[in-house]
C-alpha cells in the first residue's frame, strides 16, 4: 500500500473516532429543552417561599409576644397600656417592681416593621396584636393575626 493511502485511512480513522466522541447540535438542543422543561416544573413550586417563610415567621413571633405579654400580666397585674406597648417586654414602663425583662430588643416584623399592640382590645380582648405583612398597611387583607 502507498504511503499517501495509509495516511488517508489514518486520518479517516480519526475523524470517525472523533466524530464518535463529540456532540450534535441536535442532541445540545435536546438536552436544553429537557433542562427548559425541567426549571419549568422546579421553579414555580419554589417561587413564593420566601414570602411563606415571612409570614410564619411573623405567626411565630406573634405567639412568642402573646405568650410574653401574658407573662407580663402575670407579674404586673395588668397587660402593657397601648402606649408602653411591645417596648415594655424590654424595658420597664414606669416603676413596676415585679417587672422582668422579657425580651432583649423590640421585635420587629419579618418586614422590618413594629408589630401594631393596642390594649384593651377591639372586641373586648385584652389587647390586639399583628403585623402588617407584605403591604405595610393597617386593615389590609395581608395583616397577620392569630388564629
Same mark, same amino acid.
Given at each position: 500500500m502507498s504511503e499517501s493511502i495509509m495516511q488517508w485511512n489514518v486520518s479517516q480513522r480519526r475523524m470517525r473516532?472523533?466524530?464518535? #466522541?463529540?456532540?450534535t447540535l441536535i442532541e445540545l438542543l435536546l438536552v436544553m429543552v429537557i433542562i427548559a422543561i425541567l426549571a419549568g416544573i422546579v421553579v414555580p413550586r419554589f417561587a413564593g417561599q420566601g414570602e411563606k417563610a415571612r409570614q410564619k415567621a411573623a405567626l411565630q413571633d406573634l405567639s412568642n409576644i402573646k405568650t410574653a405579654m401574658a407573662t407580663f400580666e402575670?407579674?404586673?397585674? #395588668?397587660?402593657?397600656?397601648?402606649d408602653e406597648g411591645v417596648a415594655a417586654l424590654v424595658t420597664n414602663p414606669g416603676n413596676l417592681t415585679n417587672w422582668s425583662k422579657l425580651f432583649d430588643k423590640v421585635p420587629s416584623?419579618?418586614?422590618g416593621r413594629p408589630?401594631?399592640?393596642?390594649s384593651p382590645g377591639?372586641?373586648?380582648d385584652d389587647f390586639d396584636l399583628y403585623c402588617t405583612g407584605t403591604s405595610g398597611q393597617d386593615g389590609n387583607s395581608d395583616n397577620i393575626h392569630l388564629p
Open positions: 473516532s472523533l466524530g464518535a #466522541r463529540a456532540f402575670v407579674e404586673n397585674g #395588668r397587660f402593657p397600656s397601648t416584623d419579618p418586614w408589630y401594631i399592640y393596642r377591639a372586641n373586648g
